[in-house]
């Protein structure tokens, strides 16, 4: 087995003791929670010979339930289960053989903060903002480059890393309150130690450690602290699939079926669609399920319980000690699905207003809706997903805003595809989005076509749904000629000392960023007092003679969408909308502030026109 680092074993010798044959390296959960509503605790020592020890707690109100051991001798995981009048404290694990103490690990019980349980999920109100953490900004270029770890440092690589890190997120809050935003989604913050594309994140090495060229996990426990703050809702992005090949318990499993086929690598078939297809065969699916999704992404094996068990603990502890107020979960479909169903109700029985939102990158409305909570699925299905991407309504505006209009192509493609949310149990509590961090920035899918881009970004932020814009999306970036992930992921303007061209400042930017920054400004901050946009109703008119019309209302508040996409001026045909518009008379352009009345109302050509109804 791997040898203790330097560092850990002064860690380990400043808390407990080691002895000839036997070590203690790693202890996960490092600590937890008091009054937990779920009062079981599963522990997984790692170290030497770690097995052939008992393990003793004397501790009251804490009860071990079980030890259980693997095939490892390295291994050893203690299911306790806490009272929930346990007092928070620490307490000595000691390990004996013998009768003799060989080794001990002071472990502790911390007390969980006031409202803990209830905190509140991100949610309608709500617009986040997805950032890649390695090319927002470079907060602390003093943990740019770390060579014991791997990888490459330079900026002029699109797979190397660039030197963004938490800080640099907690440097831009201001940026970010003052555009409209509430919530914020980074790509994956875990360690990754991959030789190569470490950047992303998405291999992770060490589930209970942030990545060092980020910061620290205490970082990461400021930025949700100061996001609390600062009235936002921090969002984690969590992989339950798979880890990086480069995981440290990849050169010493637990056990042979901690990794599927015995951690040898099988390719997924990627067919997401067996899992809810009547007719598939049982090898098709346990070849999507079990198969890697690439060679450097080992795939874990959530029906062994003490895994299944540690990922969601893992899931836990970090909502718990970093603040989190939502998960996002990647590829969502992948792992076993009764195990997702189990990872998502656990997490909601302990928080019952939280909020998951998973990844299933289909855009048939049928398969993600099979995924959300209280679905009426054939096969009895059913998860606690209060949230899915709604990556259907994303692949509908590319054709909606830019095809010319016919029966079959434009417009259509939304209108039929919101047709479609009568298979959602709450579609207004789907993310929606233009784009994100691996597809084509939204500016280059529009072909740089500045019309129907401002069309789409009217259409996601007034939408039924929680709105997501990827970083730099705001200001017009895009990959042009290439779809290449490190091009659609480049450095966001500003974010590096002597950037030329900044974002923050407005420095250098074209006058065109310039005005999608500001409709992006105007747009969310208006929309985060129109409760109307949150969970009023909606209603929409069938596309006619290039006119796509939308209502989002409730008691109080009317607001009309109109998309013009004909190259002469549409002036509002109020008699159309007489069923939803009722005795209102007033039409307030929210773009320009000029008010007509509702029959006057004009949309120039080839634009959109947001209006207040009074
Ligand atoms: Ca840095």
């Known amino acids: 087995m791997k040898s203790i680092s330097a560092l850990f074993f002064v860690f380990v010798c400043s808390m407990g003791i080691s002895f000839g044959q036997f070590s203690l390296d790693r202890v996960e959960p490092p600590f937890w929670w008091t009054g937990m509503q779920n009062t079981h605790l599963q522990i997984m020592f790692y170290g030497e010979n770690i097995a052939e020890l008992s393990p003793i707690i004397r501790y009251d109100g804490i009860e071990v339930l079980e030890t259980v051991l693997v095939e490892n001798p390295n291994y050893l995981f203690l299911i306790l289960d806490i009272h929930p009048d346990t007092k928070a404290g620490s307490f000595a694990i000691e390990f004996s053989k013998d009768d003799m103490m060989q080794l001990y690990y002071s472990y502790t019980l911390n007390a969980r903060s006031e409202n803990s349980g209830e905190r509140q999920g991100f949610n309608n109100s709500d617009a986040i903002y997805l950032i890649t953490p390695d090319r927002f900004v470079n907060g602390d270029p003093g943990n740019d480059y770390m060579p014991e770890i791997g990888d490459t440092l330079d900026r002029s690589d699109p797979q190397a890393r660039h030197g963004g890190d938490i800080q640099g997120v907690i440097n831009s809050l201001q940026y970010l309150s003052d555009m409209g935003f509430t919530s914020i989604w980074l790509n994956p ?153 189990d ?33 009426n699925n054939q096969d009895g299905y059913n998860s606690c997903m209060p949230s899915m991407m709604d990556f259907p309504t994303q692949i509908s505006l590319v054709p909606g805003f830019t095809e010319p209009e016919n029966w079959n ?29 691996d597809m084509s920035r939204f500016y280059t899918q529009v072909n740089e076509d500045y ?91 069938s596309p006619k003679d290039g006119i796509y019309v939308f209502f989002r209302f409730n008691d109080e508040e009317m607001v009309m969408l109109v998309f013009n996409k004909n190259e002469e001026e549409y002036t509002v045909d109020k008699a159309r909308f007489q069923e939803v518009i009722k005795n209102r008379k007033e039409a307030v352009s929210v773009l320009d502030g000029n008010s007509s009345p509702i029959e006057k109302a004009v949309v120039p050509a080839g634009s959109v026109g947001i209006f207040e109804i009074n």
Not at 343 to 372: R, T
Not at 415 to 426: K, R
Request: overall charge negative; glycine content about 8%; aromatic content about 14%.
């Open 451 to 541: 019309n129907a881009f401002k069309m789409g970004i009217a259409y996601i932020l007034t939408l039924r749904g929680i709105p997501q814009i990827f970083y730099g999306t705001e200001i017009l970036m895009s990959n042009p000629g290439t779809d290449a992930h490190g091009i659609i992921r480049s450095d966001f303007p500003g974010g590096w000392e002597n950037d030329v061209k900044n974002a923050f400042t407005g420095a250098g930017l074209t006058d065109q960023e310039l005005e999608a920054q500001l409709l992006f400004k105007s747009l969310l901050n208006w929309r985060k007092e129109k409760a109307c946009l949150h969970d009023g109703k909606l209603v929409h008119y």
């Open 409 to 437: 192509s434009g417009f259509i493609k939304i209108y039929e595809n919101l047709a479609n949310d009568f298979i959602y149990p709450d579609p207004y509590n789907l993310v929606i989005f233009p784009d994100n961090h």
């Open 189 to 341: 913050v875990l360690e990754n130690k991959m030789p190569r594309t470490s950047y992303h994140g998405y291999a992770v090495t060490d589930f209970y450690k942030v990545d060092p060229r980020f910061g620290s996990n205490e970082d990461y426990q400021i930025l949700g602290q100061a996001c609390q703050k600062n009235g936002f809702k921090l969002i984690m992005d969590m992989v339950m699939n798979h880890c990086g090949s480069e995981h440290w318990w990849m050169k010493d499993l637990p056990s042979n079926d901690w990794i599927h086929y015995g951690g040898n690598y099988v390719q997924t078939n990627h067919r997401r669609s067996v899992i809810h297809d009547p007719y598939a065969p049982e090898s098709d699916k346990e070849l999507f399920s079990n198969g890697w999704f690439v060679k450097s992404m080992p795939d874990m094996n959530q029906q062994n319980p003490l895994l299944a068990e540690y990922l969601i603990q893992n899931s836990i502890w970090w909502i718990e000690y970093a603040h989190l107020q939502g998960i996002r979960h990647d590829t969502h479909s992948y792992p076993d699905k009764n195990f997702m169903a």
């Open 343 to 375: 990872w998502s109700c656990a997490i909601m029985d302990e928080y019952p207003n939280f909020n998951l939102v998973g990844e299933e990158w289909s855009p048939n409305p049928n398969y993600v809706a099979y995924y959300q909570r209280g679905s």
